[in-house]
């Protein structure tokens, strides 16, 4: 059974750090791109970053440039999203989903979803 799971998720403070990550299973990542969405309540899914299958290229929407950083390491299988200086209006669900090979904001184009973990940030 081909799945995507996210992890690291949680209460946090304003100004505060997170990790996120994404472990395939049933599949190999080294062929996907990994996007990391996020939707909070009552707005659209948004796309936050990305990184292709070759490692290169992580995207980023402006509101998180300087602070998030993607990552992945092929030998386990995963993706990390690093959240840093995180901010209330980071709060959110966020999900990773893969396509094969290259980036693509459009949701829509991702093949497969996680089912997402929850970050809020709050004092």
């Known amino acids: 059974q081909l799945q995507l799971v996210e992890s690291g998720g949680g209460l946090v403070q304003p100004g505060g750090s997170l990790r996120l990550s994404c472990a395939a299973s049933?599949?190999?990542?080294?062929?996907?791109?990994i996007g990391w969405f996020r939707q909070a309540p009552g707005k659209e899914r948004e796309g936050v970053s990305c990184?292709?299958?070759?490692?290169?290229?992580?995207n980023y929407v402006d509101s998180v440039k300087g602070r998030f950083t993607i990552s992945r390491d092929n030998a386990k299988n995963t993706v990390y999203l690093q959240m840093n200086s995180l901010k209330p209006e980071d709060t959110a669900i966020y999900y990773c989903?893969?396509?094969?090979?290259?980036?693509?904001?459009?949701?829509?184009?991702?093949?497969?979803w996680g089912q997402g973990t929850q970050v809020t940030v709050s004092s």
């Open positions: 049933g599949f190999t990542l080294d062929y996907y791109a």
């Open positions: 990184i292709s299958s070759s490692g290169s290229g992580g």
């Open positions: 989903a893969a396509r094969r090979f290259l980036c693509s904001v459009s949701a829509s184009e991702y093949m497969y």
